[in-house]
């Protein structure tokens, strides 16, 4: 396994990071909390490669040859179901401010503090 | 052969959340009280029940029947100890609370309220039971997600949207942390099953296995709002429903550090054998910072149900140190802390839900004399500000004084010093509102806070507040605090909490249980019935210096205006601008939080420690 797939979910981690921190939209935000979360399953994806593999599906070939980790795969499908959820969350949550507030700026957002 | 009822609390909690879902059109209000009610009140005797048979033999439940074969783990388990049993016993006690406490809430929105309430109940139940590490982490976003909805739930007001996003973008990072750190143990072991993982790394402290391990410990001390981790945790209280608040105070960050708790025991006892002094250094670091910075940030509220988050902070600093000495007897401690400081919260935060209720506002200077004639209100609070203080025989004190008989015995005697300012801090403060509200003693004006943002809240009941408090308010805060005070008086409480542990703190005993049907019984702590008279002392020195705390800030004497180089002055100002508000300045401390931990627990180890 090369080092590379870790190096591109250690990058989208970082991006996805300075995209929330950064954020002047609610919106813009909860996007790049699914950039942040794509890391998550590159890394799945990663441990669970083996180069020269086939899927894990054992109806045409024998059981025994060689395949990728059908475990990680299931992780990140329900990792996936997760972030929709939230996401889904976030938006709705996102909505209601621009509707009560009228902006989706987490900088105008000043009720809370200290 | 009882053990069918071990996936029980989480199904009946989540099947009756469903159904309430269904029929939530056809249901009339009282129906879905009632049957959220008896929900909650089967899945805490169910608890209660596997509570008592797992602490003669823990029970192990696998889904399906996926026993595992050759020591190898395919299913899901549940791995019921007292301890894990105890706390989903405890949830449904606090939900049970908040439900009769919302009973005269919320009057035109249906039953989601319901739903979303026993979703919670069914994710913390499940966490709590749960084996396996990726059942963990689902859980831990299903109980997140419903406590996002739960915060936001006055959607048509400013601070809970704020509030909610913060804790939810806050809390779904932490949930990708711990995600990163059971993939990369996924990676290395193979395994999911916390005991398979555990046997399988063996004594391997290698580098990754320590980054694996500060991602998770990192993200679940998010949940548990942990310094530099704990910034949602204010916002999300300040404005959640109080019934919620309850929740959120009194058992879910609780959780949080029961997590950590738990992996630590299950998993890397072994591969930290060597290194506990590096680890339990650090977290002892953190806990204090924890208790101290929430302590100040307490004092420093006007806002009562901040407040009172800022002194759940503080208090789960002092909880993080039971943990932090690695020793079951403390550990003990912090387990009988969880529930006394529970309930002691859970109390306050319902008598405020009383004030919001009766006096339409829950701010401490407009409130300012105006509870003169609620005098069972005004006793209450002061009753339960006496256990947040961790005055005997109130639970928190038995807890505080397992864990400093434990930290004297081991060398860190100092400690005792943390839980003192702690109590003083947290129960000044709250002393001070006390008399504040339903004294009238000291100004009408912010003195004492030193420029605390007002915030608005909207009362969250409609009907008239003439009326004399329901008794549906009343009961439910009085039984709580009560509750805290009985259980500090059960004899062999903490001898029982303390058997309950041993089975937890046994790693070897765990991985027995689950992989090979084997039960190695461990010998029962030896019997101890009396604490140090120390540390009653203590307790009730920190109590009286509590009163006098808040019967300074309320006197003429307190200073009007500090000169501008009172350090603690200036430490206050600097805590106040670190808490923006701002949810884009509170992830990137939690990424530098996570990275300090990270390179704190190598450097220490590296250096040997």
Known sequence: MTFFPYAIAAWLLIVGLYGVVTSKNYIHLAICLAVLQSSTYVLLLAIGYKVGAGPPVFDTVPPGTPAVDPVVQALMLTDIVVEATVVALLLALAVQAHKHTGTLDPDKMQELKG | ?609
């Open chain 2, 1 to 609: 052969m009882n053990t069918i009822l071990a996936p029980l609390p989480v199904v009946i909690a989540l099947g009756t959340a469903a159904i309430l879902a269904a029929l939530n059109k056809f249901l009339p209000r009282r129906a879905a009280d009632a049957l959220a009610a008896m929900a909650t009140i089967t899945v805490g005797g169910i608890s209660l029940q596997l509570m008592r048979l797992s602490s003669i033999q823990p029970i192990v439940y696998w889904f399906g029947g996926w026993t595992p074969r050759a020591g190898m783990a395919l299913g899901i388990t549940f791995t019921i100890d007292p301890i894990g049993a105890g706390l989903a016993a405890f949830t449904s006690v606090l939900v049970l609370a908040a439900f009769v406490f919302s009973w005269h809430y919320f009057d035109s929105v249906g039953t989601h309220f319901h739903v979303l309430i026993l979703v919670f109940l069914g994710a913390m139940c499940g966490f709590s039971l749960t084996g396996d590490l990726f059942n963990m982490f689902v859980f831990f976003e299903l109980m997140s997600a419903a406590a996002f909805a739960l915060c936001g739930y006055k959607v048509e007001e400013a601070g809970p949207l704020q509030g909610a996003l913060n804790f939810a973008v806050t809390n779904t990072i932490a949930a990708f942390v711990v995600l990163s750190g059971i993939a990369l143990l996924y990676g290395r072991t193979g395994a999911l099953n916390m005991a398979q993982i555990g046997r399988a790394l063996g004594d391997d402290s290698s580098a990754l296995v320590v980054v694996a391990f500060t991602f998770i410990t990192a993200g679940f001390f998010v949940k548990a709002a942990i310094v530099p981790f704990h910034f949602w945790l204010a916002d999300a209280h300040a404005v959640a429903p109080t019934p919620v608040c309850v929740l959120f105070s009194g058992i879910m960050v609780e959780l949080g550090l029961y997590a950590v708790a738990r992996v630590y025991w299950a998993i890397m006892d072994r591969p930290f054998a060597t290194h506990g002094p590096a680890l339990s250094g650090l977290l002892l670091t953190v806990g204090t910072i924890t208790a101290i910075v929430g302590g100040l940030m307490c004092f420093g509220q006007r806002h009562i149900k901040r407040l009172l988050a800022y002194s759940t902070i503080s208090h789960m600093g002092l909880m993080t140190i039971g943990f932090a000495l690695l020793k079951p007897d403390a550990l003990a401690g912090a387990a009988l802390y969880v529930v006394g400081h529970g309930l002691v919260k859970a109390s306050l935060f319902l008598v405020s839900g009383i004030l919001l209720h009766r006096l339409r506002t829950i701010d401490e200077i407009e409130l300012h004399g105006r509870g003169r004639d609620l005098w069972g209100t005004a006793a209450l609070w002061v009753f339960a500000g006496l256990g947040l203080a961790g005055l005997p025989p109130f639970a928190t004190f038995l807890g505080e004084a397992a864990i400093e008989d434990t930290a004297t015995k081991h060398g860190q005697g100092w400690l005792w010093v943390v839980f003192f300012l702690s109590a003083v801090l947290t129960a000044g403060a709250v002393f001070r509102v006390g008399g504040r509200i339903f004294a009238g003693w000291g100004r009408d004006e912010d003195v004492e806070t030193g420029g605390a943002q007002k915030i608005e809240e909207e009362p969250e009941t409609t009907d008239v507040a003439e009326h004399p408090i329901p008794a549906v308010m009343f009961a439910p805060a009085a039984v709580l605090a009560v509750l805290a005070l009985a259980v500090g008086l059960i004899p062999g409480v903490r001898h029982a909490v303390q058997t309950g542990v041993t089975y937890m703190a046994d790693g070897a005993g765990y991985q027995a249980r689950v992989l090979d049907h084997a039960w190695l019984p461990v010998a029962p702590p030896p019997l101890e019935h009396v604490f140090p008279l120390s540390s009653i002392i203590r307790a009730v020195a920190a109590t009286i210096c509590a009163f006098g705390l808040a019967g300074f800030a309320l006197s003429p004497w307190w200073p009007r205006r500090q000169p501008r180089w009172n350090p603690l002055k200036l430490t206050m100002l600097g805590l106040r601008k670190l808490h923006s508000g701002h949810v884009g300045d509170y992830v990137a401390l939690l990424t530098l939080g996570v990275a300090a931990f990270g390179v704190a627990l190598s450097v220490l180890i590296k250096l040997g420690f």
